[in-house]
């Protein structure tokens, strides 16, 4: 846990500075493409990179609760603060989204011609390379946290990157007479942006109304044999594993000889908490309800 909590203290720095550089070169895009070139693409994106930029900004505030103890008020902590962090900034990801088809469906039905393209494919190539960069390296870093927050932050920067190299590619087409390619990079970005939040969305509405599917049965699976082979533990009946955040909570009922003295089912306890966590370092909780044969 100590590892994740230092992870946490390293990913919201990275979320801070990317933050601020995302907006800076979406604040210079904007200016270009609405007031200079008339690009509906290096708008787009500007727009997309500032959006993106608020979206780290939102995984920073997440990342700063997740790392408060529990109160008397929330009893488990605040981990699932990751979580509402990530539904926060998937859902302006959408609105972007909206906008950006908006402006694309105009210049595609009313096209106008590209100003100074070569100068707003420069801008767009730099924001590219940056936004690849962070997003590779955060990835890298984060992709062990099972953060949901801090892997779409590290999603949502490569495909700032994406979108940007594909500006490139559409003002350069525009450069040479090829118009209409502008518009559609506006389409292709606003598709990019509604499956990475909606994917978002559904991952982290699941974990707040704890849902298990995928890697939690599977974690529930495992620890149910884990513990029907300690010895003394007549049979595992109801496992129940939940994602809260980074990590994982659970509860396990167990059926055990009606003689067994506290001491030896203090032993089964610990036993079953110390081989969960050999084979699921991220679970933080395992409450065991005993139930006589």
Known sequence: MEATK????????????????????????????????????????????????????????????????????????????????????????????????????????????????????VIAAISAVVALLLGFYKYIRGKQSRMSSVRLDAFNTVKDGTTSGLTVVALLLASIGFGTADAVVGFIIAGIIVSIGFAAIKESSYTLVDACDGYCLIQGNDIKKIVESIKGVKSANIVRMRRSGPVSQGEVEIKVSAEMSVKELDKIQKRIMQLAKEKYPDIERLTVTVIPE
Not at 84 to 95: E, P, T, W, Y
Request: contains cysteine; charged residues 15%; aromatic residues 14%.
């Open 6 to 121: 230092d992870f946490v203290k390293n990913a919201d720095w990275l979320a801070g500075v990317t933050a601020i550089l995302l907006i800076g070169f979406g604040v210079t895009q904007i200016i270009l493409g609405e007031i200079f070139s008339k690009s509906v693409a290096l708008t787009a994106n500007g727009f997309d990179c500032i959006g993106d930029g608020f979206v780290s900004a939102i995984v920073w505030v997440g990342l700063k609760f997740f790392r408060k103890p529990a109160d008397e008020k929330f009893h488990y902590g605040y981990y699932k603060m990751e979580n509402l962090a990530s539904i926060a900034a998937a859902g302006v990801m959408m609105v972007l989204a909206a906008y950006i088809v908006f402006r694309s469906y105009n210049q595609l039905i009313d096209p106008h011609e590209i100003q100074f393209p070569l100068i707003g494919a």
